[in-house]
């Protein structure tokens, strides 16, 4: 059994998400594209949700997104996230195609302001040597 | 047309107490469950030759009980514990509802495999909080979540609310006169866990948040319990204790959604609208033919989505019709009669299912909804694993 958490969880790459993490470390946001059609998908898949083929890169994007919607918790979600209330989940919209979800943090960003359709942008946010999150803030 | 349409009957329902934390085991209450569903029918063990469930516990994060008995509650387990294994002509244990496996139960009756069958769902409330990633890593699907706190399902089912909220300029006010006569309901269903507690429309307003706009009343609670069905053939359903409730057609969702968000509403109605597609050509029925609707509403949300995705109302439209009432029990489309999870407590879609069957064989008691003879009920999210029934009077 897993040590019980006193930080945020951490993403336990595999070999599918590994490029994508190692991305982020290097402070880069990628999503998965299709070389036989140019599909993007996030998170990565095995096969393609476009074709069904399985020839797959990751593409760096521009890292800028609209805000799809969010929530505001006011109790930590888990244990890390108790000196960081309130916290906003949210869902953003990356730009380069529709229904290209994330799911992430907004920092930086007051509540009072959200909206749908808010233009964000991505954050990197080191949590340790070999971990960075993705995190997106508005009014940029 | 489902070339069995009407064929296959409900014969049985059965419940053991719903309770917060019972002090029996999850085996003894899906004992007593299965017992209760059996009588019902005017069945007894012996009878039995098929069981099915899903009894994967759906704890998200933190340790997931595989304990047989304690956590869950297998078909191989519960044959032993009835003492039906030598003649049991089949089991079945799907993961994701429990109503993949009423599906895989009807066919069994259909092709003749067996006589009755019984499904089941047991459900049983973990140690500490249900929903508590307590690990320190994220894996597989988690890692893309758990960093940010999407840990806790309220959390996704938020997020589609606020977006509905805001496309459609509504706020939690338009949900309360629902949220309300879905607790009154409750107060007349005998299995209810929130009987005996009604609430009002100003209670719903204060409730403690769990994740903006979603509170603690927008979110069904997780309970100790089980219940049952008995599935057998119209033919012989006929010949038993309680008129059946005949199985019409059914049809299950594939929509897998755009990822990066495990609900996200838009693909949710597209998941509903083309379970409903299927479903009416299943059973050469329309909207207009439901005379009650029991929708899947472990989150409240969920309620817009199949109301919506079904055709009942067009999208956006469904809150406004539950905040005018046509939702209630005297309402035009009268929908979870029984307090559905809501007031009923966490049992993944049985509580559709029975009050389906409940109301078509006029057995709602201060409930029914009178001369009911379509029943509708959907199951989950909208998106892949979904599923809808209708089940229909006989004669």
């Not at chain 1, 930080?7 to 946001?29: C, G």
């Not at chain 2, 004992?31 to 007894?44: F, K, T």
């Not at chain 2, 706009?213 to 100790?224: A, E, F, G, K, T």
């Not at chain 2, 033919?235 to 049809?251: H, K, Y």
Request: aromatic share 8%; hydrophobic share 40%.
């Amino acid at each position: 059994m897993m040590a019980p958490a006193t930080e945020r969880p951490l993403p336990l790459p595999d070999p599918l998400s590994q490029p994508f993490w190692d991305a982020a470390r290097e402070h880069r946001l990628c999503v998965q594209a299709c070389r036989q059609c140019d599909h993007l998908a996030y998170p990565p898949e095995i096969a393609c949700r476009g074709c069904s083929g399985g020839d797959l890169y990751f593409r760096e994007v521009s890292g800028r997104a609209t805000l799809h919607s969010w929530t505001v918790l006011r109790d930590p979600p888990s244990p890390g996230f108790r000196d960081r209330l309130p916290v906003i989940l949210a869902v953003v919209e990356l730009e380069e195609r529709k229904g290209l979800l994330l799911s992430t943090n907004l920092i930086d960003t007051a509540p009072e302001t959200l909206r749908i359709d808010l233009p964000v942008e991505v954050r990197f946010e080191d949590v340790s040597d070999d971990c960075t999150f993705i995190h997106f803030a508005g009014g940029a | 047309m489902w070339a069995n349409s009407g064929k296959v009957a409900v014969a049985g329902v059965g419940y053991s107490p719903l309770e917060r934390r019972s002090a029996q085991s999850l085996a003894a209450l899906t004992v007593q469950a299965c017992d209760a569903a059996l009588a019902d029918a005017g069945l007894g063990r012996h009878d039995l030759d098929g069981v099915a469930t899903s009894p994967a516990m759906p704890r998200y994060g933190g340790k997931k009980g595989v304990d047989e008995g304690i956590d869950i509650v297998t078909p191989w387990y519960l044959s032993d514990l009835f003492g039906i294994s030598g003649h049991v002509a089949w089991t079945g244990s799907t993961n994701g509802m429990v109503t993949q496996s009423l599906i895989d139960g009807a066919l069994a009756i259909a092709a003749g495999l067996c006589r009755h069958v019984i499904v089941y769902r047991a459900l049983h409330v973990p140690d500490g909080r249900y929903v508590n990633f307590d690990t320190a890593h994220a894996v597989g699907g988690d890692q893309y979540l758990a960093p940010y706190g999407f840990n806790m399902p309220p959390a996704w089912a938020a997020i589609a609310l606020r977006r509905y909220f805001e496309l459609y300029g509504y706020e939690r006010a338009d949900f309360a006169r629902y949220i309300a006569d879905n607790r009154a309901n409750a107060q007349l269903n005998p299995n209810a866990f929130w009987r005996g507690k009604p609430i009002t429309a100003d209670d719903y307003l204060n409730s403690r948040m769990i994740a903006d706009p979603m509170s603690i009343l927008d979110c069904d609670i997780p309970v100790d319990g089980c219940c049952a069905l008995i599935l057998t053939s119209t033919e012989r359903a006929r010949d038993l204790r309680q008129r059946p409730a005949l199985l019409t057609g059914f049809a299950a969702g594939t929509r897998h959604g755009a990822g990066g968000t495990p609900m996200n509403m838009d693909d949710m109605w597209e998941g509903a609208r083309e379970t409903a597609g299927r479903l009416w050509t299943a059973t050469g029925l329309s909207p207009a033919d439901i005379d009650t609707a029991q929708l899947y509403d472990g989150f409240s949300p969920l309620v817009l989505t199949w109301l919506e995705g079904m055709g009942f109302c067009e999208q956006g439209e469904g809150l406004a019709f539950l905040r005018e009432g046509h939702g209630s029990l005297t309402g035009r489309l009268p929908i979870n009669t029984g307090g559905g999870a809501l007031g009923e407590g966490r049992l993944h879609g049985m509580t559709q299912l029975a009050e389906a069957v409940m109301q078509v064989t006029d057995r709602a008691g201060e409930r029914q909804v009178s001369g009911a003879h379509h029943a509708l009920a959907t199951i989950s999210n909208g998106l892949a694993k979904s599923t809808a029934f209708i089940f229909s009077r006989d004669g």
